[in-house]
């Protein structure tokens, strides 16, 4: 299964939009999939005393984290970096077992010309200092209110195929890490 989380909880945001293309294709190529969208997110995760001990309403997020064979994370750009509410649920999962040998790939989208490039090599930063296993091909959508139609369908067929590569080159990948993993 591969989680796609959705890197942000403002509502009606591109990165969910993206996530749930994410999804279709991956279901056109027969992988298991599901949005981790943060718009979910319990409140009470956001209390102080969370960080001593993690209410069990946000039980399921962690688990659905320590199930996945895949983490494929859709970041927006937020002023020159990635979302605080991203930042908050990767501190509030469990370390080290959250990331460790995990895949993870990385989807930037922004309204800039660089598609959340920042943002993604940010995020590059704190998952490797968690050890996980990066899939090398990231997918940056530049300009992207300007690339999605009113239903949210992505209207610019390279990033459309730039997207399809990166889901099927992913889904091999974590395939292949599994493979690994149960020899070693």
Known sequence: MIEI???????DC????????IKKLYD??????????LQDL???IFSP???AKKPDSFLPFQNRVLQADGLHIVTPEYNGGFPGVLKYFIDMLKFPESF???????????????GALRPVEMLQ????????????????????GNKLDAEGNLTSEKHLEMLREQTKGFANFTQRLQGIAAKG
Do not use: C
């Open 125 to 144: 930063l704190v998952f490797g200092y968690r050890n996980a296993f990066f899939y090398p091909k990231r997918v940056f959508i530049e300009g992207v």
């Open 100 to 114: 460790e040998s995990r895949p993870v790939a990385f989807t930037g989208e922004a309204a800039g010309v660089w």
């Open 42 to 44: 319990p409140p009470e």
């Open 14 to 21: 591109n990165a969910l939009k993206i996530s749930r293309l």
């Open 49 to 51: 005393a969370s960080y």
């Open 5 to 11: 989380i959705s890197g942000t909880n403002r509502p």
């Open 28 to 37: 056109e190529q027969g992988v298991e999939s599901a949005i981790l969208n």
